[in-house]
């Protein structure tokens, strides 16, 4: 087969897969008839790719990868527009049995083939793959309940797979959403129930149109996204999940959800979102028994695992890094023993506590954001005591307050020519001017620490001083922080994360009796993709959304996940993937007369 015949061959083969479904595939589903045509037009450019590379020129490669190796699905364009264009390439240098032929006759240096009609071959299969790809986006089932998930980022793998894993026991198909369709597919991994999508969530026709489709909506955007599609899934009467905190503007939408007759379910991952449920679970069982409420402390965190918590600051990012450096920034409100304590953000680090967790060892706590709006959350407007925390290891506070002392954590100013800075210049940008001493030296003493304490140790191994340019254009002092802590806190293939979680309650019995309730967990990612965050935020998303879909969850409005309804089935199929919860309890008081 010639050159051109294999072009005509592949753009047969995708002009079919167009059409309605072969009788050889009558028994599948149109939408996996689609998919297995595209699939063998693949195979067969592979098989007449094999053909014409086997007979390759001395010197030439001979032996090739498969075309399944190239491509990692049939429909990521990206690779088989690379494979087509290889098939392209060897063929027009390799000769076939009829040209080899008369090849002694031919001029020489004249070429065997048309190279523009090889082009213009090329240009055709690739409009044809284009059309190929936006009839699967554009494919709608109706005798399936359509999921919509907008985001397939990082954190989108584990609900991704969980969505699939459950989508031809209960009849879903799951539309997967992004600016990269690559990375929808990526996500997808050729699954028959999955479709991706490449959509620009900006773009208002795309995503109504999307929305329209759907059963129910998932959102993974970025928070300041989420508000379009809430207010989509209003106008068209659509259920909707999401992990985010609930916003005002989200708030604000309470009754026109209701009025629609439909749940728009948010802080359902991990903090927000687990630690509501497990929150919840233990007030009710304190309650339960009559008992008074006086204590509730609630701590969380995301770290390395034990195997993995190989750099001195005993961190790196398993979340969104832009949160990481921001932390703390909007100050801390929190109420203790009947009175109500504020945090400012140049003092959020140095108000810590040290805190051990059985069997994962000891961290230390600092306030996180304002916990006074969670005494209506969870009823708890007469505990005397509410506060909530995040978890690290012990001395990560003190060295991450170096950064905030500086200014090196702000976002709200740009500097000049940062894209020709070194990091060795930007934090001495913070210090003062002195050009006969060190910018170590300078920093030492207004920490007034030594030059060798643990501190500067954490500065010097994330490389702050050296002289490697940073290359961010117009950058935020934060922005340029978060570029040099990625260079050195990312995961790296081999790496497991871990999420712990712990909440403190004290609590007075009818007898007078105090008592102490723990509740903790600790879990470990299985790998750099499904990461402990990525399945304890994905799964509680996934499980949400299975349950509104099957009528298990009748609230409406504007939820989250606090009430029995909703947490109990939640905690306890989170259990079956390893997330659990361990409650101990001990007495802190018991009145003498009970004695």
């Known amino acids: 087969m010639n050159s051109l015949r294999l072009c005509k061959s592949f753009f047969a083969h995708t002009q079919r897969a167009l059409l309605p479904c072969p009788p050889a595939l009558s028994h599948l589903s149109p939408m996996h008839a689609m998919r297995t045509s595209a699939a063998r037009s693949v195979s067969t450019l592979s098989s007449t790719t094999a053909s014409i590379d086997s007979s390759a020129a001395p010197g030439e490669s001979s032996t090739p990868l498969p075309f399944s190796e190239q491509v990692s699905s049939p429909f990521s364009s990206s690779a088989a527009v690379s494979a087509v264009n290889s098939s392209v390439e060897s063929a027009a240098k390799t000769p076939s049995p009829e040209q080899a032929s008369s090849v002694d006759s031919a001029p020489t240096g004249e070429p065997t083939v048309d190279l523009a009609e090889l082009k213009n071959r090329l240009r055709e299969v690739k409009k044809t793959y284009k059309e190929l790809q936006d009839a699967i986006a554009n494919y709608h089932d109706p005798r399936r309940k359509t999921i919509v998930l907008f985001g397939a980022g990082r954190s989108a793998s584990t609900l991704i797979r969980y969505l699939l894993h459950h989508s031809e026991k209960e009849n879903w198909s799951v539309r997967v959403a992004d600016v990269s369709r690559s990375a929808a597919e990526e996500k997808i991994k050729g699954h028959p129930n999955g479709i991706p999508v490449a959509l620009d969530v900006e773009d208002y026709k795309a995503r109504q149109a999307e929305v329209k489709k759907a059963d129910i909506v998932i959102s993974l955007l970025p928070v300041k996204l989420h508000s379009r599609v809430f207010q989509d899934c209003i106008q068209l009467s659509k259920n909707m999940v999401t992990a985010s905190y609930v916003s005002p503007d989200v708030s604000s939408m309470h009754s026109a959800a209701v009025d629609r007759d439909i749940i728009l379910l948010n802080e359902v991952g991990l903090d927000p979102g687990i630690d509501h449920m497990v929150a919840m679970a233990n007030i009710d069982h304190i309650r339960s028994k009559k008992a008074r409420l006086r204590s509730f402390e609630s701590f969380a965190g995301g770290l390395v695992a034990p195997e993995s918590d190989d750099n001195p600051w005993r961190y790196k990012f398993t979340w969104n890094p832009r949160n990481v450096v921001l932390a703390g920034t909007g100050g801390v409100k929190f109420i203790q023993n009947g009175n109500y304590k504020y945090i400012p953000y140049h003092k959020v680090f140095e108000r810590v506590e040290e805190l051990e967790i059985p069997g994962a060892g000891t961290f230390e706590g600092y306030a ?228």
């Open 368 to 595: 996180n954001r304002d916990s006074l709006k969670y005494r209506d959350v969870y009823d708890l407007n007469e505990v005397p005591t509410l506060y909530r925390g995040t978890l690290r290891r012990p001395g990560f506070s003190a060295a991450w307050n170096v950064f905030v002392q500086l200014g090196m954590t702000d976002d709200s100013f740009r500097i000049e020519d940062s894209e020709h800075m070194t990091c060795r210049q930007f934090i001495n940008s913070f210090l003062f001017y002195r050009p006969n001493d060190s910018v170590e030296l300078k920093l030492a003493y207004l920490l007034g620490v030594s030059l060798d304490s643990p501190i500067l140790r954490k500065l010097k191994w994330l490389g702050i001083f050296e002289n490697e340019r940073i290359g961010l254009k117009n950058a935020t002092p934060a922005e340029i922080l978060q570029h040099i802590l990625e260079r050195k806190w990312s995961l790296r293939e081999d790496d497991h994360d871990m999420i712990v979680m712990l909440n403190k309650f004290q609590y007075e019995e009818l007898n007078g009796s105090v008592v102490e309730r723990q509740s903790y967990m600790t879990f470990i990612g299985k790998d750099d993709v499904e990461t402990a965050m990525a399945m304890t935020v994905g799964l509680p998303v996934g499980i949400s959304t299975r349950m509104i879909l099957n009528g298990k969850i009748k609230s409406r409005g504007v939820v989250i996940p606090t009430s029995k309804d909703i947490y109990e089935p939640v905690l306890k199929e989170l259990e079956e993937y390893g997330i659990r919860f361990t409650e101990t309890e001990r007495q802190l008081y018991v009145p003498a007369d009970v004695l």
